[in-house]
């Protein structure tokens, strides 16, 4: 048989699959060209009412309009995120599942809440920075974290510091406070928005949460804000001093944004982060986040990607200091 004619079908074959290929990569083109073509569920890691629900409600209203389908919410409490996180990542990775994400996506995994790391989403954008901030209700006796620190030491344990759940952001903030001082707090972890309305019922003494959880409670004066565990004071209230003004080196910023299961499309990502940019870079928004005590701080998917790679490291020592680490 000459040669020819014996790696004629081999040819054939090459030439058939690389048709397949070029078919397949024009049929996730067209869909992604295409995309969203039906509504998009954003799932939210805590119950409605609580600081990311406030805000991802507001976001999901801006991205709905520039994608021009609804973008709906979906709450998944529980395990300080876990429960969300592991749905979304057992979803199709076409963009039409997403996850409100924050610092808890390293939290949950380092708790061993999950299998998987942050590496197993795909990064969107970033979309806020929030600022944990320390809350205690109008007519306790302290006003400052130093006066709150004082009675901390003379009475160990007797003040009970809620925060929104085992291992959440907040959770974490509250123990790395805590242990930079030596101080015997109280920690009790809630479901959400439960944590509020534990401390407007006496039942605990403090928060630490996100101002978006508190700006209506301080304005309707039945809350006080005694410090901002932060890197820098918080917009939303401008005279509370940070923790660090007021003598104690402890800050613990926290970001929000949108993640997709690993795989999604690149192009139905892009797309994503399009519409993110231009919400979350609208006036609308901006005065939505001084409103809620958020501060909008969008990021690229790279530049998200990059922002997530950093944190997880400084969250495996912080939760490792904090003795929330599982060995």
């Not at 529980?78 to 076409?94: F, L, N, T």
């Not at 242990?179 to 928060?207: K, M, R, Y």
Request: with cysteine; aromatic share 8%; proline share 6%.
């Amino acid at each position: 048989m000459p040669l020819q004619h014996f790696f004629r079908p081999l040819r054939l074959a090459l030439a058939g699959c690389a048709a397949a290929l070029a078919c397949g990569v024009a049929g996730l083109s067209a869909h992604a060209q295409d995309f969203p073509t039906k509504p998009i569920e954003l799932n939210v890691l805590f119950p409605a009412g609580s600081s990311a629900d406030v805000v991802a409600r507001i976001l999901a209203d801006g991205m709905s309009r520039q994608l021009g389908q609804p973008v709906v919410i979906m709450n998944r409490p529980g395990a300080g995120g876990a429960i969300g996180y592991k749905h979304v990542h057992s979803q199709k990775p076409d963009g039409y599942s997403l996850v409100f994400n924050s610092n808890s996506i390293s939290s949950v995994y380092y708790a061993g809440q999950v299998p998987f790391t942050y590496k197993a989403f795909e990064p969107v954008a970033r979309v806020t920075v929030e600022l944990p901030v320390l809350a205690v209700r109008a007519e306790a006796p302290w006003n400052n974290l130093k006066e709150m620190i004082e009675f901390g030491r003379k009475n160990p344990g007797a003040i009970r510091v809620g925060n929104s759940g085992l291992g959440s952001h907040t959770h974490i903030s509250a123990v790395g406070f805590s242990q930079e001082l030596g101080l015997d707090l109280t920690h009790v972890p809630f479901n959400g928005s439960q944590v509020i309305t534990s401390l407007l019922g006496g039942h605990i003494e403090a928060v630490v949460q996100a101002p978006s959880a508190l700006t209506a409670h301080v304005r309707a004066g039945t809350l006080k804000v005694l410090g901002a565990l932060s890197s820098g004071r918080d917009p939303t209230f401008p005279n509370v001093p940070t923790a660090q003004e007021q003598g104690v080196q402890f800050q613990s910023d926290m970001w929000r944004g949108i993640a997709a299961p690993k795989g999604t499309p690149k192009a139905v990502v892009a797309r994503l982060e399009g519409a993110l940019r231009a919400t979350v870079n609208s006036a609308e928004f901006k005065l939505q986040g001084e409103k809620m005590g958020f501060l909008p701080s969008f990021q690229t998917a790279d530049d998200f990607g990059r922002t997530m790679d950093a944190d997880d490291v400084l969250m495996s020592k912080a939760m490792d200091k904090a003795g929330l680490k599982k060995q």
